[in-house]
């Protein structure tokens, strides 16, 4: 079997075992492909193995890969968007991870509008509160919420986080559960359901699946080193 499909299928069984472990359906969880920095043809190996969605992080690398791949691929949008990037965004994500502020969000909306698309947002929260870190704070969450309309063009459906690196295991644990019983709290108080938590990288989405993940996203355990 090529590297790649041999590395999606190992992938594919750790997330499945995984979930059967927490108690989970297999179904609950979504292995998104992280392609970032590799050409497009590696993203047709792994599509020709099975694999739908695809992350990208950077919206110059998403709009100069999309358009030579097939359509029917789900890209996703995964890192920090700046303001003037959004469009880019939005004419080949269909998901978009990090959004990070109310203005980003409100500009998100008015493009989406504007352009008749119906992306799936989801808010980046700084869960461990690391410096360097993007994401709104976790108190900030259900105030910005209840700024959004219910019926906005492009509907919020759930949280986003990334975990320190090489974190040991008890604060991955206590990063990717922060995000769960975040996120059970805002959708009580912002009277909205958040059903998707996207969290958990190559090095930590079994955690994160324990803990609830329902969006996995994997680049180097897939593709290989950067
Ligand atoms: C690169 C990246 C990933 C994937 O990281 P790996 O460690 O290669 O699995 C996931 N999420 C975001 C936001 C990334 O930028």
């Given at each position: 079997m090529p590297q790649i499909a041999e590395n999606l299928a190992a992938i594919r069984e750790r997330v499945r075992a995984a979930a059967v472990q927490s108690?989970?359906?297999?179904?609950a969880v979504k292995l998104l492909a992280?392609?970032?920095?590799?050409p497009p043809g590696a993203v047709a190996e792994a599509y020709a193995a099975g694999q739908g969605r695809f992350g990208e992080n950077r919206v110059q690398e998403l709009a100069a890969k999309a358009p030579a791949l097939p359509k029917a691929i789900e890209w996703h949008q995964i890192g920090h968007l700046q303001a003037n990037k959004v469009r880019g965004a939005l004419e080949f994500a269909s998901w978009i991870h990090a959004v990070d502020s109310l203005s980003l969000l409100r500009r998100i909306e008015r493009l989406a509008a504007e352009m008749a698309v119906h992306p799936k947002l989801l808010l980046e929260v700084n869960?461990?509160?690391?410096?360097?870190k993007f994401g709104l704070r976790p108190q900030d969450v259900s105030a910005l919420l209840r700024?959004?309309?219910?019926?906005?063009?492009?509907?919020?459906?759930g949280l986003m986080t990334m975990a320190p690196l090489d974190a040991p295991q008890e604060l991955l644990h206590a990063v990717f559960g922060g995000l769960r019983r975040l996120r059970d709290q805002v959708q009580q108080e912002?009277?909205?359901?958040?059903?998707e938590l996207s969290m958990g990288m190559s090095g930590d989405f079994e955690v994160a699946i324990q803990e609830g993940s329902t969006i996995v996203r994997v680049g180097s355990a897939i593709f290989g080193h950067r």
């Open positions: 108690g989970r359906s297999p179904d992280v392609s970032k920095t590799f869960v461990s509160g690391e410096e360097s700024e959004l309309p219910q019926d906005a063009p492009a509907p919020v459906v912002a009277g909205r359901a958040l059903p």
